[in-house]
């Protein structure tokens, strides 16, 4: 765990900001947040109007690789992640990180600790400034973890579950793109806490996705490798020579969060869901292309019913046989006659409940994009990753950036850390990308539906999220970087 205040001035500070009605412009430190500034104390008062006791704020760290420790915050930020001011507070055994429903064991010892140093508090006989001695209350006030470790910490679902967000109640794959903040309703705090006693004020507010893992490690490595496909290793033929028409961003199974009915019966056909969504995503016109009737016989031979219907679920389809294409449906008769000779059943039972493998097949080719030649942006070609690699390597760079691997893109490049993710996205990228997709001979390319065209837009996209990245990674939060952020993640999301 990490001690996020020692220093009486940070209290101090913030109480005079509450009894002044100061305006906050920014937020260098966590004592300047109004979440803390709201907290109160074990006995009623504000935790800030420390008085003459000594008032100290945690936040915990949860991680399934390193030791989990805990943090004192109101150290200078320079010492705060010196090992002689971190607490390992426990270590989780392996092979295997616990589960949902195991994550507690863990936890629960940890914050029985603090429970007691929150009240009544610690009584110490002697400190630095004082020789009689002073109070101490000690509270755990963040939570501050990758996404993984934050859900199970807080007892939410998974990710791959339809809850999407910690904070609000959005719902579903179609919440994930939801930029009407109106919309965004928060959790209710009595309700959480009703639910789990391990915190002690408003999980809503304590619990922090960092932004290493979420932005750098997160939509940052995302969008580069796979919406740019800035990486030798990312190919768009398939291991049988097909060609994709586009990536998804497939649902793994999950058998914990999968309701009852979606649920295999045995592990050994989770591999047929993977060949299920990877079928899907293959170019069913043109070259290297799979007709439909193919793609249909792919389907049937690998898919059981209840993989179809998983990956049915994860799309969000109706069951109902509605609005099905005429050439899905034509497909499904057509596979029917091959193999009876009889009439019967000859007709697609448009408005029924799918309940077949047919059915199953039919809804998930209907979703499928059928009239298109699957036309890829060539934006991850060798060309582009040259100029990149050109690019690092030929810019002069002043001593306090720091470097970033020389082969980028490479395999031999090893796993990009977080730390270079932010030099990428900051420096490198615009500065390759922009000078690649954004000028033709000292001009801007055309802004229509050419593949210069489309480039620029790509352009226009990455640059919304590397302006994200940039105010993301300040070191003092204003209200206006806040906004500008949320524009520039917002342009990144819908466009």
């Keep these: 765990m990490q001690l996020i205040s020692i220093n009486p001035d940070a209290t101090n500070t913030a109480l005079h900001?509450?009894?002044?009605?100061?305006?906050?412009?920014?937020?260098q430190n966590m004592f300047e947040a109004n979440f803390i500034k709201d907290l109160k104390g074990p006995d009623g008062k504000l935790f800030v109007d420390r008085g003459d006791k000594i008032c100290l704020a945690f936040s915990m760290h949860m991680d399934f690789f390193n030791p989990n420790c805990i943090t004192q915050r109101t150290l200078d930020p320079s010492i705060q992640y010196l090992s002689e001011y971190l607490y390992v507070a426990t270590i989780i055994p392996g092979p295997h990180e616990p589960l949902n429903d195991e994550m507690d064991h863990f936890v629960w010892p940890v914050v029985e600790q603090f429970v007691k140093a929150w009240q009544p508090g610690?009584?110490?006989?002697?400190?630095?400034?004082?020789?009689?001695?002073?109070?101490v209350e000690v509270g755990i006030l963040l939570s501050v973890n990758d996404l993984l470790a934050a859900r199970k910490v807080a007892g939410f679902l998974g990710v791959s579950s339809g809850f999407i967000c910690t904070v609000c109640q959005l719902r579903g794959k179609t919440g994930t793109f939801n930029m009407d903040h109106a919309q965004w309703i928060p959790r209710s705090r009595d309700e959480l806490r009703h639910w789990s006693t391990a915190y002690r004020d408003d999980p809503t507010r304590m619990l922090v996705i960092d932004a290493m893992h979420c932005i750098l490690e997160g939509i940052v490595h995302y969008h580069c490798h796979h919406v740019l496909c800035l990486d030798v290793s990312m190919h768009q033929v398939s291991a049988d020579g097909f060609k994709y028409a586009f990536e998804w961003l497939w649902i793994p199974y999950d058998h914990e969060v999968t309701p009852q009915d979606f649920r295999l019966d045995t592990p050994k056909h989770v591999?047929?869901?993977?060949?299920?969504?990877?079928?899907?995503?293959?170019?069913?016109?043109?070259?290297?292309?799979?007709?439909?009737?193919?793609?249909?016989?792919?389907?049937?031979?690998?898919?059981?019913?209840?993989?179809?219907?998983?990956?049915?679920?994860?799309l969000e389809l109706s069951t109902t046989l509605n609005d099905i294409h005429p050439t899905v449906s034509v497909e499904r008769t057509n596979s029917k006659s091959k193999k009876k000779k009889s009439h019967k059943d000859m007709h697609f039972p448009t408005g029924k409940l799918a309940s077949k493998k047919s059915h199953f097949i039919a809804l998930l080719l209907n979703w499928q994009p059928h009239s298109s030649v699957g036309y890829v942006l060539p934006t991850g070609t060798p060309e582009t990753l040259a100029h990149?690699?050109?690019?690092?390597?030929?810019?002069v760079r002043p001593s306090w950036v720091n470097s970033v691997p020389k082969n980028f893109g490479n395999?031999?490049?090893?796993?990009?850390?977080?730390?270079?993710?932010?030099?990428?996205?900051?420096?490198?990228?615009?500065i390759a990308l922009i000078t690649l997709w954004g000028n033709i001979d000292g001009c801007t390319p055309p802004d229509d539906e050419s593949e210069l065209g489309y480039l620029l837009k790509v352009l226009d996209h990455t640059m919304a999220l590397f302006q994200a990245t940039i105010l993301?990674?300040?070191?003092?939060?204003?209200?206006?970087?806040?906004?500008?952020?949320?524009?520039?993640?917002?342009?990144?999301?819908?466009h």
Excluded at 17 to 23: L, R, S, Y
Excluded at 388 to 395: E, F, G, L, N, S
Aim: proline content about 2%; overall charge positive.
């Design 17 to 27: 900001a509450i009894h002044t009605g100061e305006e906050q412009i920014g937020v």
């Design 122 to 135: 610690l009584r110490v006989s002697r400190t630095a400034a004082s020789e009689s001695g002073a109070v």
């Design 271 to 314: 591999p047929n869901i993977a060949k299920i969504q990877d079928a899907l995503g293959f170019v069913i016109e043109g070259d290297k292309s799979m007709s439909l009737d193919q793609v249909w016989t792919h389907l049937n031979n690998r898919g059981i019913l209840k993989a179809l219907k998983f990956v049915a679920w994860t």
């Design 388 to 395: 990149i690699q050109k690019v690092i390597q030929d810019t």
């Design 411 to 430: 395999a031999s490049a090893g796993l990009i850390k977080a730390d270079e993710w932010r030099t990428l996205s900051t420096v490198f990228l615009p």
């Design 472 to 494: 993301a990674c300040c070191h003092l939060v204003t209200a206006s970087r806040a906004f500008a952020f949320r524009q520039c993640i917002s342009t990144q999301l819908v």
